[in-house]
């Protein structure tokens, strides 16, 4: 069936545009309220401006299979929407200037395909709310340099989000959004940096993978907790590639290069907040810190990184916080790493407490060296093993020679294949 103008659809069927169609009204261009609709734009527009959504998909009950392409979209405030919706797709759209509710919006929706669209000039590029178990691969979003976010999960769960590429604009995860899957998608800029967070995860048991990011501010950063943050690669974030609170991270296996702000040496790899996580096989290159602890409330083990010409490899704050049977550095746990060509530390602990940092490489076989700011040759706090070797040197307590670093107990090669770095 063509369709030339704006209208309801309230029988099942296939319908395709005709023409192109203009809408200057406050509702809906195409109002769909039956299952089993698909609508072909066969590369034609619906345009505005208007206050309406293009197409807007709501029933009285759950609708199913509804299947929306090959359409152009412009000057739309709502864009694509679907409310109550089991299965179907919106995919090969372009859509430009969407603002308010989203380019997509899908709330009260399973089981839907978002696929191969092309997002711009759009405030919010893809909405879900309250929609679980849908699929959104392939998406372009584009010249969205006022986007506060290009991509909302509220209140949403199971989703997988693969594939898209994003250039500006925060891909938000909030609070009640758990088990979503972000894997493999591409943030940059069109040559600046973005001055905000590109992957923002506030909610529970989500998974962030094999992602890859380009001159942001914080590449990720994760606030809700026992997420897995793996296989991602970042380079060139101002503040942190990634940021980790609450409790129960994992952040496994990922490439951190090029991070933190030089001038005020500050920012860099990874930074921790809370306790319970586990930073492990991760490469950390040229960056000012390799993995900043802020603080520290329950156990933290960095175990199996490379950390090669940071500034510093690991940074220890002071930290209040207590935690079961320990407090501060007790509570962190540095193992079988390879700290490497650090420029000022391998391993800097400005907390009380000693922190445990035996059985690691330190860039060469013969162990830790003494940092020249040091009074006199370092010991370690615990045997008194003096740090009078060649390789990455470990803080000592002010105004003395004892490290605030266990250190004794090296190992005499490295854990990588330093070309595991290129």
């Not at 101002?238 to 933190?260: C, D, H, K, P, R």
């Not at 030089?262 to 990874?270: F, R, V």
């Not at 007790?330 to 060509?341: F, M, Q």
Request: aromatic share 4%; with cysteine; hydrophobic share 35%.
């Amino acid at each position: 069936m063509t369709i030339d103008e704006c209208q309801t659809i309230s029988a099942g069927g296939e319908y395709r545009l005709g023409q192109n169609i203009s809408n200057e009204g406050r509702e809906a261009c195409l109002q769909v309220t039956a299952s089993d609709v698909s609508i072909d734009g066969a590369g034609y527009t619906i345009d505005g401006p208007a206050q309406g959504a293009a197409i807007l998909v709501e029933g009285e009950g759950t609708l199913t299979d509804v299947t929306i392409e090959n359409l152009s979209v412009q000057r739309r405030s709502g864009g694509i929407q679907l409310h109550g919706v089991d299965g179907g797709a919106v995919q090969d759209l372009t859509l430009k200037h969407g603002d308010v509710t989203g380019a997509i919006y899908l709330d009260n929706t399973t089981d839907v395909t978002v696929g191969n669209n092309d997002i711009s000039h759009s405030m919010f590029g893809i909405v879900l709310n309250n929609a679980d178990e849908n699929t959104v691969v392939g998406n372009d979003f584009s010249e969205n340099h006022l986007a506060q976010e290009t991509l909302v999960v509220d209140d949403s769960s199971n989703n997988d989000i693969k594939n898209n590429v994003f250039v500006e604009g925060t891909v938000d995860v909030r609070p009640d959004a758990p088990g979503n899957a972000i894997v493999g998608n591409t943030f940059r800029t069109d040559g600046r940096i973005y001055q905000s967070t590109a992957f923002l995860i506030r909610s529970d048991n989500n998974v962030v993978a094999d992602n890859s990011i380009k001159n942001v501010e914080t590449g990720i950063a994760v606030t809700g907790s026992n997420n897995y943050v793996h296989d991602n690669h970042i380079i060139g974030a101002t503040e942190f590639a990634i940021t980790a609170s609450a409790t129960g991270q994992t952040i496994e296996e990922n490439t951190l290069v090029g991070s933190g702000e030089g001038i005020d040496m500050a920012g860099g790899g990874i930074q921790l907040n809370g306790g319970d996580h586990v930073v492990k096989r991760n490469i950390l290159t040229d960056n000012v810190h390799g993995i900043e602890v802020r603080s520290v409330s329950d156990s933290m083990t960095i175990e199996r990184n490379r950390f090669a010409s940071n500034n510093i490899g690991i940074e220890i704050h002071e930290t209040a916080l207590c935690g079961a049977g320990g407090e501060g550095a007790e509570l962190v746990e540095i193992h079988e790493n390879d700290l490497v060509n650090s420029h000022a530390y391998g391993v800097v602990n400005h907390d009380s407490d000693v922190v445990d940092a035996t059985n690691n490489y330190w860039g060469s076989s013969d162990g830790v060296s003494s940092h020249e700011s040091a009074a006199g040759t370092v010991v370690d706090p615990v045997s008194g093993t003096e740090a009078d070797g060649s390789g990455d040197a470990v803080s000592a307590r002010r105004g003395t020679n004892t490290a605030s670093v266990q250190f004794d107990g090296w190992l005499e090669s490295p854990v990588f294949d330093a070309t595991a770095e290129a």
